[in-house]
């Protein structure tokens, strides 16, 4: 009603599969039920949700999803069957995306496999997106920091910002910040993820030092703050783009200084 999203499943929401669930079963029977996720359940909804999962309808089936399980109620936890679902390897996520999108190069299958880290569903978006050649431009144009060039910069912003963009603009923040999300990881890990565009090893050989990192983990979480601004005050998405480049531009320069 507010034409916004909500960002937690609230117990209304969970009382209403009452409703569902006194509907009578279509062909097999089965009435299937999702939560998706049950990490964004209130306390009061997993409580809800508790009392329906201790006696649940007859030949239902409920498929409770979660990013951390060991947050759920340990109540809930008790009465479900855990299945553990990790990424798909380069074989089988190959397969899988080419069976929905046949047209896709598979010279491109290895890096979208890398950038959607084995997820089926984001390869197709990258894969429909331009996500792989955008993460080309964007690494070209970060390729030389601290120093980036601003033709280059400018044209890049224009473009993202123009009407009809907006996907590639959220797609090319959405790309920045798993770089530096799994830069940072395989720094502090010491075990840095695979090369997907030439020069990408050094690049991250040179910034992402390990004495620098909580820098990076600032910039990331400052960018990651910019676009939700940028989304909630709608605001330019040309000085947008640029004043994040600039947040990268001040990080890698500290990484530059700690080299020297």
């Known amino acids: 009603k507010t034409k916004r999203i909500k960002t937690a499943l609230t117990v209304d929401e969970v009382r209403n599969l009452n409703e569902f669930f006194a509907l009578?079963?279509?062909v097999g029977g089965w009435r299937i039920c999702l939560i998706d996720t049950a990490d964004d359940m209130t306390i009061e909804a997993a409580n809800a949700l508790l009392k329906t999962l201790e006696e649940p309808p007859e030949k239902s089936l409920f498929l409770v999803l979660a990013h951390a399980p060991g947050r759920l109620l340990p109540t809930i936890r008790s009465?479900?069957?855990r299945l553990n679902l990790r990424p798909l390897g380069?074989?089988?996520?190959?397969a899988a995306v080419l069976a929905q999108a046949p047209d896709i190069a598979e010279s491109t299958l290895g890096a979208l496999a890398q950038l959607a880290q084995g997820s089926v569903g984001r390869g197709l978006q990258l894969a429909g997106g331009g996500g792989f050649e955008l993460y080309q431009e964007m690494l070209g144009l970060l390729a030389n920091l601290p120093t980036?060039?601003?033709l280059i910069a400018t044209?890049?912003?224009n473009r993202l910002s123009r009407r009809g963009a907006e996907n590639e603009f959220a797609l090319f923040f959405d790309l920045l910040l798993n770089w530096i999300q799994s830069a940072v990881t395989g720094a502090a890990r010491q075990c840095p993820p695979p090369e997907i565009v030439a020069g990408e090893e050094t690049l991250r050989r040179n910034l992402f030092t390990p004495e620098f990192l909580s820098g990076w983990v600032d910039a990331w979480s400052s960018l990651r703050?910019?676009?939700?601004?940028s989304d909630a005050l709608h605001l330019d998405k040309k000085q947008t783009f640029m004043q994040a480049l600039r947040i990268v531009q001040l990080v890698s320069a500290g990484a530059a200084r700690k080299i020297a």
């Open 148 to 150: 980036v060039d601003m």
């Open 225 to 229: 703050q910019l676009k939700e601004k």
């Open 24 to 26: 009578s079963a279509g």
């Open 155 to 157: 044209d890049m912003a």
């Open 79 to 81: 009465r479900c069957r």
């Open 90 to 94: 380069g074989r089988a996520f190959a």
